[in-house]
Each structure stands twice: as C-alpha cells, then as structure tokens.
C-alpha cells in the first residue's frame, strides 16, 4: 500500500516530469513551470521507511559536497540543460530531498555547521561569511562529527576543500580528522593550486604537496583510494569538491588557467573570481565533470564490497552562483532567499533504505550531523548541544519528526522556516511572509495578511539569535 502525496508533493507533480525524465521516464524541459521541487514522478514514490532486511553494522559514512552547486543544477532536479547520470543513479538508488537546505548562504558557515552541528553563530569562526584570512577558524578544541566518531570507533578522513581556518592555528588533522588531503582556503586556480592571496594551497596533513594536474582529478584519484582500501574499522569520509566553484575552469582548460595564474602573480587579487570569463556552457562542463568524478568514487566503493553497508550522502554547501540553474527559487549564494539555501540533497544506505523514493521533509545541516552521529551511535557533548534534529528514527523506523524551525542569520538577512511558512527579512529591512508550498519563487508576500503569524516567527528567530555570539 503506497504512501498518499503531501500537499507539497502534489503541488509540484508538474516539476516531477522534468525528475522523471533524469530518472527513468520521459517529459520535455518545456514543461518547468513554478512549483515548490520535482515531485514524485512514476520512478519515485513517497519516503516511507523500509522494514531492516538484514542485520547491518554501523555504517561507513561518505559525505560528499559540491561547492556552490544550484538547486536544479542536477537533471533529477529539473536542469533542461546539465546532465548528471551518476548522481540520478544515486538518487534512484537512495531519498532525494527536495526541502534540504545548507546551514548558510555561503561556504565556511555551512561547513561550520555541518562540523559542529550547531548555528554557524555559536563560534567565532561561524560569523565569517566566509572566512578570508587567518584570524580565525574552527577551534581543535570544539568537538565535531569527525572527533566524535572518532572517539566511538571510526576511521576519519577529509579530502578536499576544508575552508574553516589556516594554518598554523586550524586544519582538520586538528579536529578530528585521523588525515586530510586538500586546500585550507575558499578557492584556488584548478592547476597551479594558487590561492585568493597568491599562496600554493593543496596538502597533505599540514604540509605542502606538489601536484598540478587539475584538482578535480586528484580529489577523485585520492577518494577512490580511501574507500577502496582494507579498512579495520567503520570510517567517515568527508569529500569536499571545489566544484563548480569559480575559477571557470574545466578539465583541459590550460590557456584559461595560465592566464589567471599570470594575473595571481602580477598582484591581481580579484583574478580568481573570474568576473571576466565563464559561460553557461563552461558552467554546464563543470558540473557534469563533477557527477563522472562521484561516479569514479561510488565504482570503487562498490568494487570494495562496502556499498551496501555505507552510507552515501550528497549535497551542495549553498545555493548556486552566476551561471546556475535555480529555477523556481528567488536569489542564489550569500542570500537566505530560497535560492541561496535549498541545495540538491541525496541520501543512499542499500542495507537500511530503499530506493527510488523522494522527501518534502524540511531538512537543513545540522539534521545530518545529528543524523550520522546517532546512526553511528555516537553521542553529542554535553557541554555543546546540537541544534540539528536526528532523522535516524524517521528515516529508519517512519518516525514522525515534530515540527520545528529552521533557522538562518547572516549579515543583513533573517530567515526561519516552519512548517510551509518561512519568515523572511532580506536588506531591505522588512519582514515578508512566504507560504513555500504555494509560493516556491518568494513573490507573494503574506504578512500583511498573517500579522499574527508574522508576529509569532519573527519572535521565534529572535530567540534563537539572542543566543548567539553578536557580529
């Protein structure tokens, strides 16, 4: 007996032909018109949580994060455009969310909360958005999922993009992490692996690697390794591409990469945002070099033997930037509109969770950590209590989640969700009233309609905020 469609599901089975056709079924790009995600098509179906076929150990744990990536950047997410076969498989294979958010706007806040678990605002590092130099970072002595997996039995590793804090004073090795391999800062040129400052940015553990072929390649290279060796203990491996993130730079671009390597060391510091150069295509190129890198590293876990009893998730760290596919949200990267915090997310655990199934469950960052933590059996400390909610229960045993809210801060912005509703405060400085499963794209305003319930979320954020350190 099938699950019946919520009403966010079934006000979104126009976008669930642009889903299907990425998986499995056939429908025109034509057919993207507004609606709150890609719905259950006839290759998904509702989550609804699977009876245990077997006994399964803890799980392995491989998260993975693309940087920057839109929320239909995927054509199982509706892209007219891009085509990512790896990552449909992997959805048809596990949950594709399509209410997960980022923890923040930008890269090292989200990154702070998905290590933490909590609110970026809760440590000093967290209010960076994003951090830039050296000043701070994420403190060794704050516990993390990596330290707390660690501490219960597990492997741990980092490759990629780590982005909260530099040397001497962060890395991950100082966090949790038993090894790291990739680059401390927010960016780097995708061959010469120049930093924002001009600094040679790729290591292993806190020292320097040599290596200047393009970094996609390596980060593939080195994951495949990690998750195809003889492992003694369950192990969590956090895999952080730089993709897509700006320099404009795919596979093979040498001339595009020599001339932003000659601006870095002219003393042009602006040379890595490459606001002079990409395109769509150069865009589209990247994103589907990222899904045949996933690809590479989900065939050599399966040829490990360990596929069934690890557990996949992917993600992006923020909404898209310039030249990705958002449509319907409003607002990309940096902004709390939707566009600059839904992010394409895909869970899969063959051993626990069947495929083929979509969720409208309003999900955010700290819900994973506090999701991995309990499904590893690892505890949170005391002294620094979450504020993500488990979905082991849910996603395990069908456990309702009780409605709560989802909160953002940054500069200049508000946001929380609960519920269909999102308050929402944007520059301008007024408070506006979305009702997200009518009104995805953020353009009619409610509060003025709904005072009470503006009223009531407005002081809900404000609680929440009052406990946070102040920018």
């Known amino acids: 007996m099938s699950t019946p469609l919520s009403r966010r599901a079934l006000g979104g089975v126009a976008a669930g032909a642009a889903a299907a056709a990425a998986l499995g079924a056939t429908a025109p790009a034509a057919q993207a018109s507004e609606r709150t995600a890609p719905a259950a098509g006839p290759q998904e179906r509702p989550f609804r949580a699977a009876h245990p076929r077997r006994h399964s150990p803890r799980p392995n744990i491989l998260f993975i994060l693309g940087d920057d990536l839109g929320w239909a950047d995927l054509s199982s997410y509706g892209s007219p455009h891009i085509r990512t076969p790896h990552l449909d498989r992997l959805a048809r294979q596990g949950v594709r ?27 000093k590092g967290g209010l960076a958005e994003p951090i830039a130099d050296k000043s701070v970072g994420l403190e060794p002595t704050h516990p993390t999922l990596a330290s707390l997996l660690r501490d219960s039995g597990y492997a741990t590793a980092l490759i990629g993009k780590w982005h909260c804090g530099y040397l001497p004073d962060y890395s991950p090795t100082r966090s949790g992490w038993d090894e790291f391999f990739g680059n401390f800062g927010g960016a780097l040129e995708y061959y010469s692996k120049l930093g924002l400052g001009g600094e040679y940015d790729l290591y292993e553990g806190d020292a320097e690697y040599k290596d200047l072929r393009y970094y996609t390649r390596i980060l593939t290279e080195r994951a495949s390794e990690y998750v195809g060796r003889e492992h003694d203990k369950p192990w969590l491996l956090n895999l952080n591409f730089t993709t897509p993130h700006w320099p404009w730079i795919a596979d093979g671009d040498k001339e595009t990469s020599d001339e932003i390597v000659r601006r870095i060391k002219a003393g042009d510091r602006s040379a890595l945002w490459h606001q002079d150069g990409g395109s769509v295509e150069k865009y589209k190129q990247m994103v589907e070099d990222l899904d045949r890198s996933i690809g590479q590293v989900l065939d050599a876990l399966r040829r490990s033997g360990q596929e069934q009893d690890t557990l996949v998730f992917f993600a992006s760290d923020n909404g898209g930037e310039r030249f990705s596919y958002n449509w319907p949200l409003s607002g990309n990267k940096a902004s709390l509109q939707e566009g600059g915090i839904r992010v394409p997310s895909i869970l899969r655990w063959p051993a626990r969770i069947d495929g083929g199934q979509v969720s409208d469950l309003p999900v955010f960052t700290p819900d994973w950590t506090a999701t991995l933590l309990d499904l590893a059996g690892a505890h949170p400390h005391p002294a620094y209590p979450l504020d993500g909610t488990s979905l082991a229960g849910h996603l395990l045993r ?6 709560r809210d989802l909160f953002w801060r940054v500069r200049g912005e508000r946001a929380l969700r609960r519920g269909d509703w999102k308050y929402y405060r944007g520059k301008s400085g007024r408070d506006q009233l979305f009702h997200l499963s009518e009104d995805s794209r953020e353009q009619a305003d409610r ?3 709904e005072q009470a319930r503006l009223a009531e979320l407005r002081a809900a954020w404000e609680r929440i905020d009052a406990g946070l350190l102040r920018y």
């Not at 997960?100 to 990154?111: E, H, I, L, Q, V």
């Not at 069908?398 to 409605?403: D, H, M, S």
Request: charged fraction near 15%; proline fraction near 11%; hydrophobic fraction near 25%.
């Open 97 to 123: 969310f399509t209410d997960a958010y980022s923890g923040s706007a930008t890269c090292s806040p989200t990154r702070f909360s998905l290590y933490t678990g909590r609110y970026p605002g809760r440590t």
């Open 398 to 403: 069908g456990a309702e989640v009780p409605e």
């Open 447 to 449: 509060a003025p309609f």
